[in-house]
């Protein structure tokens, strides 16, 4: 069995202090019984001691001395009735022969075992400290660790009539290997009786240690036995303390409390003293107070002290001084919805601390001691808090303490023998109850969230708990974040101790919560809790927030907030970056940062609800995006939110590239041009990559004259260059899709014939696509070669064959690299043209350009760059690049369009939150504040395009600028945003 963690479990985690160590609760225990202190039966105590010899210097008859020594420090307190009797020996030896350990189970000897209740308190004598080693661990029994593990144990088996049945200790014998090491260890084994006969630790007189002020002789004087830590310089322990093991007037007190002598057991006590007519009893409890002063909520964990006023002197005595913590019969941890109601083994956190609120904040002073010679005696009543270093573990709020709310000044109550004397401490200044700023809600009637995901709330009433609705989606994670407050609103861990909880909502209760922070203050933040769950499924959900003992008084105020990244504006992004996004969800702050991947990008504007960025540049695929607060470590992912360049599924189509043989050398008649298009088979993919690649080499105009290259598609999925053959016979063209994205990329191919002949003329621009009625100059390009090589000093004869045009020249001569410039003008074309380009002499070879004149009803646009932009103010827009093109299949770019375009510049709100009336959202979209708006009119280029230069000139702030393009019947739309940081 795992005795070890029975001990530790009653010893130190589940009993209370500044008072009695054990209070019985309201489960386990029979109820007639909740609420009071638990002791041993009649208060007789009856010990059995080992068979063995503690150490040379200690034999077994020694050692049996020391016991009955350190017992006697209680049992002669004259108005306790306890009383002590060495029942004889254990059965056997103790020792590692019978005490094992396999993995974390332990054996030990039948009557030894919390169930051996016939010996009720087994005391072990460790003579190598190897049965030390088997409960606690290798090396915990050497004389190394005497200071801690001289001697361990307590109470392990109780009733649930509310009394002790069964307690073990084990004295380490390595700790008594000389004489002088023994009056330290009897001092631990005099706590250790203490701690058995059911005190708990307490403070009084704690400048003992602190040092402020500087103690006196009366202060070690008063000092406890049952104090709760010693500083580990104190060895020997004389070092530190004058009688270390003597009990003092607040042991006595506490001690009296569990066993009073009354006339009903004092035939059972001879010597002893009837408590009630020899002592006196000062009892009341620790209220906050309101704005007037009356009295509200009980107080838990305020150390109330009691000190007798020194008749010669009239000041409070140092040594004669008793402690009481409030709410010490009170539960101080009854679990909570988020973190359940049980402790590691399984068992209710309520077996032990009543839940009787008329006891919650109760301090008892029972059996204070009356000078000799007097009937009567004043004591001073205050309080102070309880020292979170050197108090850890006094009082029902162990061992995180919580500091008093507000102030008391000390008052002077006079007490005469057999008094019962009530005396309330109300806390002056005290936190006042405060409204939320919602409405009350339960489990099951939870509220909304606050629109912005941010509220500063308190844990008012003892097991108040704050629960909130809200929707989320699954393959998301949040942060909920809870932030405990003192009263200036500052973090502090000395109030509230905030957990979380989330539940689906139509989870009809699960406690522990599914999701929830197992401890408070989680984090590296001081005094900040915080849970991160990842959502499954979509659904409505509930939050909690609750103190993690279940506790709730005015001073437990909390800063909330639910960080939660909901929704995405885009689910396709450029992988070349500058695509505008937006986020929306709740809790975001000015500090958010948003990455895609693992790529961080610069936030333009945030607020609550929303949050506005251009994704960075990135390799094709899919990636997720996240929120987080580098300040708090919030974060909260959306998975696979949003897809650079191209997805897996997504493919290629050839839009044009086949042609006639094309003389090496030269261009060849149409370009290489693929769209990249989505899986439904039509959408085009803008900002994809795509590589091109031939076999043999080529001359791609898109990669600067090499054979191979990636670039991104246009905003219409289109990847477009001219080739320029260097080898005759086939050559290969392949565009691969986001190649360094996937490993079987989809992929078009295209076959050119390269030609070779003694000489041959090729045209640059041979088919042409002209806006009707347009008037303008086009370059004309003719290349003269031999065998691929250029031809210079060739005349070349241009001649206009069909249609109204005219030559800038009849004739130009080629240059070095083979070309024969000239230029035609077309004026107010009307229709189509066709112009023809000869070498000379012999008019042998020729090739004609083509001219097509384009009505207004037969033109369209494509856009091909800038139409969505977002960046930050002073950094400079890019064009917005559109194309005209005819309406075929495939469209062809057209030449001298006339492109209407319009724009508004206008100043935003860019991330406005929704505001909250009487618990209604109401969205805000106020109507833009319009700076400036213009109307003109472009031509497009020789390459069907034009490029729109804007700008938010001198506007302040957020700068919208939105617009239209159109030509024909094609009407491109732009909007492009520049936000104040």
């Given at each position: 069995?795992?005795?070890?963690?029975?001990?530790?479990?009653?010893?130190?985690?589940?009993?209370?202090?500044?008072?009695?160590?054990?209070?019985?609760?309201?489960?386990?225990?029979?109820?007639?019984?909740?609420?009071?202190?638990?002791?041993?039966?009649?208060?007789?105590?009856?010990?059995?001691?080992?068979?063995?010899?503690?150490?040379?210097?200690?034999?077994?008859?020694?050692?049996?001395?020391?016991?009955?020594?350190?017992?006697?420090?209680?049992?002669?307190?004259?108005?306790?009735?306890?009383?002590?009797?060495?029942?004889?020996?254990?059965?056997?030896?103790?020792?590692?022969?019978?005490?094992?350990?396999?993995?974390?189970?332990?054996?030990?000897?039948?009557?030894?075992?919390?169930?051996?209740?016939?010996?009720?308190?087994?005391?072990?004598?460790?003579?190598?400290?190897?049965?030390?080693?088997?409960?606690?661990?290798t090396g915990a029994g050497s004389s190394a660790n005497c200071f801690g593990n001289s001697v361990f144990g307590g109470v392990d088996n109780y009733g649930t009539d509310g009394h002790?049945?069964?307690?073990?200790?084990?004295?380490?014998?390595?700790?008594?290997?000389?004489?002088?090491?023994?009056?330290?260890?009897?001092?631990?084994?005099?706590?250790?009786?203490?701690?058995?006969?059911?005190?708990?630790?307490?403070?009084?007189?704690?400048?003992?240690?602190?040092?402020?002020?500087?103690?006196?002789?009366?202060?070690?004087?008063?000092?406890?036995?049952?104090?709760?830590?010693?500083?580990?310089?104190?060895?020997?322990?004389?070092?530190?303390?004058?009688?270390?093991?003597?009990?003092?007037?607040?042991?006595?007190?506490?001690?009296?409390?569990?066993?009073?002598?009354?006339?009903?057991?004092?035939?059972?006590?001879?010597?002893?003293?009837?408590?009630?007519?020899?002592?006196?009893?000062?009892?009341?409890?620790?209220?906050?107070?309101?704005?007037?002063?009356?009295?509200?909520?009980?107080?838990?964990?305020?150390?109330?002290?009691?000190?007798?006023?020194?008749?010669?002197?009239?000041?409070?005595?140092?040594?004669?001084?008793?402690?009481?913590?409030?709410?010490?019969?009170?539960?101080?941890?009854?679990?909570?919805?988020?973190?359940?109601?049980?402790?590691?083994?399984?068992?209710?956190?309520?077996?032990?601390?009543?839940?009787?609120?008329?006891?919650?904040?109760?301090?008892?002073?029972?059996?204070?001691?009356?000078?000799?010679?007097?009937?009567?005696?004043?004591?001073?009543?205050?309080?102070?808090?309880?020292?979170?270093?050197?108090?850890?573990?006094?009082?029902?709020?162990?061992?995180?303490?919580?500091?008093?709310?507000?102030?008391?000044?000390?008052?002077?109550?006079?007490?005469?023998?057999?008094?019962?004397?009530?005396?309330?401490?109300?806390?002056?200044?005290?936190?006042?109850?405060?409204?939320?700023?919602?409405?009350?809600?339960?489990?099951?009637?939870?509220?909304?969230?606050?629109?912005?995901?941010?509220?500063?709330?308190?844990?008012?009433?003892?097991?108040?708990?704050?629960?909130?609705?809200?929707?989320?989606?699954?393959?998301?994670?949040?942060?909920?974040?809870?932030?405990?407050?003192?009263?200036?609103?500052?973090?502090?861990?000395?109030?509230?101790?905030?957990?979380?909880?989330?539940?689906?909502?139509?989870?009809?209760?699960?406690?522990?919560?599914?999701?929830?922070?197992?401890?408070?203050?989680?984090?590296?933040?001081?005094?900040?809790?915080?849970?991160?769950?990842?959502?499954?499924?979509?659904?409505?959900?509930?939050?909690?927030?609750?103190?993690?003992?279940?506790?709730?008084?005015?001073?437990?105020?909390?800063?909330?907030?639910?960080?939660?990244?909901?929704?995405?504006?885009?689910?396709?992004?450029?992988?070349?970056?500058?695509?505008?996004?937006?986020?929306?969800?709740?809790?975001?702050?000015?500090?958010?940062?948003?990455?895609?991947?693992?790529?961080?990008?610069?936030?333009?504007?945030?607020?609550?609800?929303?949050?506005?960025?251009?994704?960075?540049?990135?390799?094709?695929?899919?990636?997720?995006?996240?929120?987080?607060?580098?300040?708090?470590?919030?974060?909260?992912?959306?998975?696979?939110?949003?897809?650079?360049?191209?997805?897996?599924?997504?493919?290629?189509?050839?839009?044009?590239?086949?042609?006639?043989?094309?003389?090496?050398?030269?261009?060849?008649?149409?370009?290489?041009?693929?769209?990249?298009?989505?899986?439904?088979?039509?959408?085009?993919?803008?900002?994809?990559?795509?590589?091109?690649?031939?076999?043999?080499?080529?001359?791609?105009?898109?990669?600067?004259?090499?054979?191979?290259?990636?670039?991104?598609?246009?905003?219409?999925?289109?990847?477009?260059?001219?080739?320029?053959?260097?080898?005759?016979?086939?050559?290969?063209?392949?565009?691969?899709?986001?190649?360094?994205?996937?490993?079987?990329?989809?992929?078009?191919?295209?076959?050119?014939?390269?030609?070779?002949?003694?000489?041959?003329?090729?045209?640059?621009?041979?088919?042409?696509?002209?806006?009707?009625?347009?008037?303008?100059?086009?370059?004309?390009?003719?290349?003269?070669?031999?065998?691929?090589?250029?031809?210079?000093?060739?005349?070349?004869?241009?001649?206009?064959?069909?249609?109204?045009?005219?030559?800038?020249?009849?004739?130009?001569?080629?240059?070095?690299?083979?070309?024969?410039?000239?230029?035609?003008?077309?004026?107010?074309?009307?229709?189509?043209?066709?112009?023809?380009?000869?070498?000379?002499?012999?008019?042998?070879?020729?090739?004609?350009?083509?001219?097509?004149?384009?009505?207004?009803?037969?033109?369209?646009?494509?856009?091909?760059?800038?139409?969505?932009?977002?960046?930050?103010?002073?950094?400079?827009?890019?064009?917005?690049?559109?194309?005209?093109?005819?309406?075929?299949?495939?469209?062809?770019?057209?030449?001298?369009?006339?492109v209407a375009v319009q724009d508004i510049v206008s100043r935003i709100d860019p991330a406005s939150d929704p505001l909250n009336i009487g618990g209604i959202l109401i969205g805000r979209?106020?109507?833009?504040?319009?700076?400036?708006?213009?109307?003109?009119?472009?031509?497009?280029?020789?390459?069907?395009?034009?490029?729109?230069?804007?700008?938010?000139?001198?506007?302040?702030?957020s700068v919208q600028i939105q617009g239209t393009a159109s030509a024909g019947v094609g009407v491109i739309g732009f909007n492009l945003q520049s936000f104040a940081q």
């Amino acid at each position: 069995m795992k005795l070890l963690a029975s001990i530790i479990l009653l010893s130190s985690t589940l009993g209370h202090a500044g008072g009695p160590q054990y209070v019985a609760g309201s489960t386990y225990f029979d109820p007639a019984v909740q609420g009071t202190a638990l002791a041993w039966p009649e208060g007789v105590l009856n010990y059995s001691t080992d068979r063995g010899d503690l150490s040379p210097v200690v034999p077994g008859a020694a050692a049996d001395s020391l016991v009955a020594t350190a017992v006697s420090r209680w049992t002669s307190i004259p108005t306790a009735a306890v009383s002590a009797t060495r029942a004889g020996q254990l059965a056997e030896d103790v020792s590692s022969a019978n005490v094992t350990t396999v993995g974390s189970a332990v054996s030990l000897p039948a009557d030894i075992l919390p169930s051996a209740v016939s010996t009720p308190v087994a005391i072990v004598y460790d003579a190598d400290g190897k049965v030390t080693d088997a409960l606690l661990g290798t090396g915990a029994g050497s004389s190394a660790n005497c200071f801690g593990n001289s001697v361990f144990g307590g109470v392990d088996n109780y009733g649930t009539d509310g009394h002790f049945l069964h307690a073990l200790i084990v004295i380490n014998g390595n700790c008594a290997q000389t004489s002088a090491q023994v009056p330290d260890l009897q001092y631990h084994l005099v706590r250790m009786f203490g701690r058995l006969l059911g005190l708990g630790w307490s403070q009084a007189n704690v400048n003992v240690f602190t040092r402020n002020p500087v103690p006196a002789a009366d202060d070690f004087n008063g000092l406890p036995v049952m104090h709760a830590t010693d500083p580990i310089s104190c060895v020997p322990i004389s070092r530190c303390y004058p009688n270390a093991d003597v009990p003092k007037t607040d042991d006595s007190s506490v001690l009296t409390y569990l066993y009073p002598v009354t006339s009903a057991n004092l035939a059972s006590f001879p010597g002893k003293q009837i408590t009630a007519d020899n002592t006196a009893r000062i009892h009341g409890s620790v209220f906050f107070t309101d704005s007037t002063g009356a009295a509200t909520q009980p107080m838990q964990g305020v150390n109330v002290v009691a000190r007798l006023i020194d008749p010669s002197s009239g000041k409070a005595s140092r040594s004669v001084v008793a402690s009481s913590v409030s709410g010490f019969l009170f539960s101080g941890n009854a679990g909570n919805p988020a973190t359940g109601f049980s402790d590691s083994s399984g068992q209710l956190l309520t077996r032990f601390g009543g839940n009787d609120t008329s006891v919650q904040g109760f301090f008892d002073f029972a059996g204070l001691e009356i000078p000799d010679g007097s009937n009567a005696a004043q004591f001073q009543i205050s309080v102070e808090p309880i020292d979170p270093n050197w108090s850890q573990f006094v009082g029902p709020y162990s061992p995180n303490q919580v500091q008093p709310s507000g102030a008391f000044t000390p008052v002077i109550v006079t007490v005469a023998r057999g008094a019962n004397v009530q005396q309330d401490v109300p806390m002056e200044n005290s936190a006042l109850v405060t409204q939320d700023p919602f409405p009350a809600s339960t489990y099951n009637s939870p509220v909304g969230l606050p629109p912005s995901g941010d509220w500063t709330a308190s844990l008012s009433g003892y097991g108040d708990g704050d629960y909130f609705t809200f929707p989320a989606k699954a393959n998301h994670t949040l942060s909920v974040e809870a932030l405990a407050l003192d009263a200036s609103l500052s973090p502090t861990d000395g109030k509230a101790q905030p957990v979380v909880g989330m539940w689906a909502l139509e989870d009809p209760g699960t406690f522990p919560a599914p999701a929830n922070t197992p401890l408070a203050f989680n984090t590296q933040n001081f005094g900040l809790s915080r849970l991160d769950a990842r959502i499954l499924t979509t659904t409505n959900f509930r939050v909690g927030i609750f103190d993690y003992r279940g506790d709730g008084r005015p001073d437990y105020l909390y800063r909330a907030r639910v960080f939660y990244a909901d929704a995405v504006s885009v689910s396709r992004a450029s992988a070349g970056g500058g695509t505008p996004f937006s986020i929306t969800g709740i809790g975001f702050h000015r500090n958010t940062v948003c990455a895609f991947g693992s790529t961080t990008a610069a936030v333009l504007a945030v607020s609550a609800s929303r949050l506005i960025t251009a994704t960075p540049p990135a390799r094709d695929g899919i990636r997720d995006v996240t929120l987080s607060d580098p300040a708090s470590g919030s974060s909260s992912t959306i998975s696979s939110a949003v897809t650079f360049g191209a997805a897996a599924s997504d493919g290629l189509k050839l839009i044009s590239g086949a042609g006639p043989a094309t003389p090496i050398g030269s261009l060849a008649l149409n370009p290489f041009k693929v769209q990249v298009i989505a899986a439904d088979g039509s959408t085009p993919v803008p900002g994809a990559s795509v590589m091109l690649n031939a076999t043999p080499a080529v001359a791609f105009s898109a990669c600067a004259g090499a054979s191979t290259c990636t670039i991104l598609s246009d905003d219409n999925g289109s990847v477009s260059t001219r080739v320029k053959l260097i080898a005759a016979g086939n050559n290969t063209l392949t565009a691969f899709l986001a190649p360094a994205s996937y490993p079987s990329p989809k992929s078009v191919q295209l076959t050119l014939l390269g030609s070779s002949s003694s000489l041959a003329i090729s045209l640059d621009n041979q088919q042409l696509w002209v806006a009707q009625g347009a008037t303008v100059d086009i370059p004309l390009s003719a290349r003269v070669l031999s065998n691929g090589v250029p031809v210079s000093s060739r005349t070349v004869e241009f001649q206009v064959l069909q249609g109204t045009a005219s030559l800038a020249a009849p004739a130009s001569v080629s240059d070095l690299s083979g070309i024969a410039s000239n230029s035609v003008h077309l004026a107010n074309l009307g229709g189509g043209v066709l112009i023809s380009a000869c070498v000379m002499p012999g008019n042998v070879p020729c090739q004609n350009f083509s001219v097509t004149a384009v009505p207004a009803s037969a033109q369209s646009l494509q856009a091909v760059s800038g139409t969505r932009q977002a960046l930050a103010s002073g950094q400079t827009l890019r064009p917005v690049v559109v194309r005209v093109t005819d309406v075929t299949s495939p469209p062809h770019p057209v030449i001298g369009a006339t492109v209407a375009v319009q724009d508004i510049v206008s100043r935003i709100d860019p991330a406005s939150d929704p505001l909250n009336i009487g618990g209604i959202l109401i969205g805000r979209n106020p109507a833009p504040v319009v700076i400036t708006s213009s109307r003109f009119a472009m031509i497009s280029d020789n390459n069907g395009q034009i490029a729109i230069v804007l700008s938010p000139g001198n506007a302040s702030g957020s700068v919208q600028i939105q617009g239209t393009a159109s030509a024909g019947v094609g009407v491109i739309g732009f909007n492009l945003q520049s936000f104040a940081q």
